[in-house]
């Protein structure tokens, strides 16, 4: 199930939105999160509940462990996280195949091994149930002695999908304290409702331009102005994707008192790659930072060490994303960006002008996505190869073949736009009365419903995640 389908928005939220305000008892509203939120991941995948409730009481018998037997804590950590990680989830579920077709590969056996599917969603309840385990072992947090108040971290049906990776330090007094009320159901209808437009409106109608693009791009009226076009639109649709997946998932947690941390700072207004990861997918870059990326030593260290955190941790980062060398080597790329910028810029980036800084790192960022979005290394050279190329474009032919190009346009530059802080420039939005709001809240809805009604289903990109 998916927020942007007809079967959640007409019945599982209302249904589960009203069970819930209907119970006054904390105790009870937390079992009807919970049920649903089970219900929630169970829809697509019912034979992988095992799996994440199997995870998260690992997690659990573990933390009780920890808090009891002192002496033991550290053993018991190691085997906790060891349990989560290799048995359990990412280990077997998402890098077993890959590490069987690389090793056949590279040494031309013919080792055989049933294909595991990938369950939805797992590499993001994984990095939350560590983050649970790891600051309990570090005292950032209390052990939860309730299994199901775990379980309902873990499995909280807004972030469960695809993020944005929520820490248990965030909500461990929300799960027991959490206060709600009409202002904050409004309030995070309306984002849940500014999420869906971006997804359904915007990033699903800009997708038809790279597709069309990419699914043409062999005849040679498809040039350079046409492979910037289609990854210009690339880097539009998956912001649009995953921030409207974020704002969904921080309005729906709003409404029933839970409140998540930012996802994203507009981050195609950076000046800088590492700037560019300040803003983008917050959640995931402090998740590494914190647990990775700082425990190694981070910039606090020898040079060649320092050099060698940066590549684990963007190594790492793009193996996160989906087990192929694509993302490896995406991961490699951002890594050696942000090398560059540590090492040889730093010093001469505050002599250029803005506007060159900017346009460095928007390049630079759309390079990179092409990286992300082509796992076939021979396309990838092809369209790598295009983009730094003198073909010019026959964009007659190219809208010729393709008239869903010609209909996408118009998506695109609005979506160019707000892709930008453009409203900051109106500085009377915060005056607008309630009721404006909330009408327009109404009417984007029921605009979000025409668009899901007349075209067919798009995924999000990050449930492969």
Not at 447 to 459: E, K
Request: aromatic residues 18%.
């Amino acid at each position: 199930m998916v927020f942007s389908s007809m079967t959640f928005l007409c019945a599982f939220l209302p249904l589960c939105a009203g069970l819930y305000y209907l119970s006054k008892n904390r105790i009870y509203r937390n079992a009807i999160l919970l049920l649903f939120s089970l219900g929630f991941y169970a829809w697509g995948e019912p034979k992988y509940l095992i799996l994440i409730v199997g995870a998260t009481m690992v997690a659990y018998a573990g933390g009780l462990l920890m808090d009891k037997w002192q002496g033991g804590k550290k053993a018991t950590f190691a085997c906790t996280i060891t349990t989560v990680i290799l048995v359990l989830c990412i280990a077997v579920f998402k890098y077993l195949n890959f590490l069987v077709d690389s090793v056949n590969s590279l040494t031309g056996a013919d080792l055989v091994l049933r294909q595991i599917a990938l369950p939805i969603g797992i590499s993001f309840f994984t990095f939350q149930i560590l983050s649970y385990v790891i600051d309990l072992y570090r005292g950032k947090v209390k052990v939860q002695k309730n299994p199901l108040y775990l379980l309902l971290y873990v499995s909280f049906f807004p972030q469960l999908i695809a993020g944005p990776i929520v820490r248990y330090e965030t909500v461990e007094l929300q799960l027991r304290e959490r206060q709600e009320s009409l202002d904050e159901i409004t309030a995070g209808l309306r984002r849940f409702v500014v999420g869906l437009a971006k997804k359904v409106i915007l990033a699903d109608n800009v997708a038809k331009i790279f597709t069309a693009i990419y699914a043409g791009g062999g005849h040679s009226a498809y040039g350079a102005a046409a492979y910037w076009l289609a990854a210009l639109s690339y880097t539009l649709h998956i912001y649009f994707d995953f921030s409207g997946y974020s704002d969904m998932a921080i309005g729906l947690g709003r409404m029933f008192g839970f409140h998540f941390l930012e996802n994203f700072n507009f981050p195609y207004i950076a000046q800088s790659v590492t700037d560019f990861w300040r803003r983008w997918h917050m959640s995931l870059s402090t998740w590494f930072r914190d647990y990775i990326y700082i425990p190694m030593g981070g910039s606090r260290t020898q040079k060649w060490k320092h050099i060698r955190n940066i590549l684990v941790v963007w190594a790492l980062t793009g193996l996160w994303h989906g087990a192929s060398w694509n993302f490896v080597l995406w991961g490699l790329y951002f890594a050696a960006l942000l090398l560059l910028e540590k090492f040889l810029l730093s010093k001469v980036f505050p002599k250029i002008p803005a506007v060159v800084r900017w346009l460095y790192t928007f390049l630079a960022v759309n390079v990179g996505w092409v990286l992300f979005h082509m796992t076939d290394f021979s396309q990838m050279g092809y369209a790598l190869g295009k983009l730094f190329s003198f073909a010019p474009t026959d964009f007659a032919h190219v809208l010729m073949a393709d008239s869903a190009i010609i209909t996408a346009l118009p998506y695109f530059v609005v979506a160019l736009v707000f892709a930008f802080p453009v409203q900051n420039l109106w500085k009377g939005r915060q005056q607008l009365p309630l009721w404006v709001k909330n009408l327009f809240t109404i009417l984007l809805l029921l605009l979000c419903f025409v668009y899901m009604l007349s075209t067919t289903f798009h995924p999000f990109i990050y449930f492969r995640f």
